[in-house]
């Protein structure tokens, strides 16, 4: 989710003004090496460093274990999402009032409106400094599934009446949406967790077409890891340990595999000599 933000935004610096796009940092991740998106050319001119971006981490929630704690988490959640536009504040222009500041300067009483108003003036404030609508990029939308088994039932339903209520207004009524990107484990069940019904759902192992665009596949491994190796049995050694090793999955019936990122970053930072490291 990162990367997508990372390619998405359009970045700014410590006072808030735009930075040309080629100069970025974000460019500089994906244009030095390069990445094959960015042979891409109309792509990139028509996407890259171009939105208004707001994540929301949703990973505070695990702690949820009632309503009550819900609604401060999800304060939370919102005093970090701020956090990347913290520049906001400087631009007088964009606020009618110091009540407005609140929201992002000190916690007050923490009701459902505190917290739909709130992502829905932040939602705002983006939009009037770009000129542009906004993508919001919600990571691990269901990552307080496994806390509403110990919730009561009353609590829980409260919790998933504002849920409900919370998705509708950010992510159907808001005006100043463009699009909105959620990740998670789980499939999308209304029952479980409420969300508006303009989602379209993309099960990864049924979409084969977004394979290569998740993980490390096995081109990307031998090319980026292992090019230092000239001894071509030692890439084989090296291709066995890190099957054994590494996160790792075949995707279909022709057998492709991907690694998971962070396993096989992890691993390879461990290795200080990977000529050395290879006995055969």
């Known amino acids: 989710m990162d990367m997508a933000k990372r390619f998405l935004e359009i970045e700014v610096n410590v006072d808030g003004n735009t930075l040309k796009t080629t100069e970025t940092r974000n460019y500089k991740l994906f244009c ?16 890259f460093g171009q939105y208004p971006v ?64 709130g992502f829905r003036l932040l939602s705002r404030l983006l939009y009037k400094n770009f000129g542009r609508k906004i993508i919001v990029l919600i990571d691990e939308y269901d990552v307080y599934i496994n806390s509403l088994f110990i919730v009561g039932r009353e609590e829980k339903d409260k919790i998933k009446v504002f849920l409900g209520r919370f998705n509708r207004e950010f992510l159907n009524n808001n005006i100043y ?10 499939p999308v069940d209304n029952k479980i967790y409420p969300l508006p019904n303009n989602i379209t759902e993309y099960i990864f192992l049924k979409r084969q077409k977004f394979f290569n665009y998740y993980g490390i596949n096995e081109m990307e ?9 000239k001894n071509d049995e030692k890439k084989k050694k090296l291709k066995e340990i ?22 096989v970053l992890n691993y390879f930072e461990n290795i200080t000599n990977i000529e050395n490291h290879i006995v055969i």
Not at 91 to 109: D, E, G, M, P, V
């Open 32 to 47: 030095d090496l390069p990445l094959e998106i960015c042979k891409n050319k109309t792509f990139m001119n028509k996407h």
């Open 54 to 117: 707001l994540p929301v981490d949703y990973t505070p929630l695990t702690a949820m274990r009632s309503y009550d704690a819900m609604l401060a988490l999800y304060a939370q959640v919102l005093e970090i999402s701020f956090s990347h536009h913290a520049y906001l504040i400087a631009n007088s222009t964009l606020w009618k009032n110091h009540t407005q500041k609140a929201y992002f300067t000190r916690r007050t009483n923490v009701t459902e409106e505190y917290i739909i108003n």
């Open 177 to 186: 949406l463009d699009k909105a990107l959620l990740t998670g484990v789980i």
């Open 221 to 229: 491994l031998n090319n980026v890891f292992m090019s230092n190796l």
């Open 242 to 263: 890190i099957d054994d090793e590494c996160d790792n999955y075949v995707l279909d019936d022709e057998g492709r595999r991907i690694y998971g990122t962070w396993s």
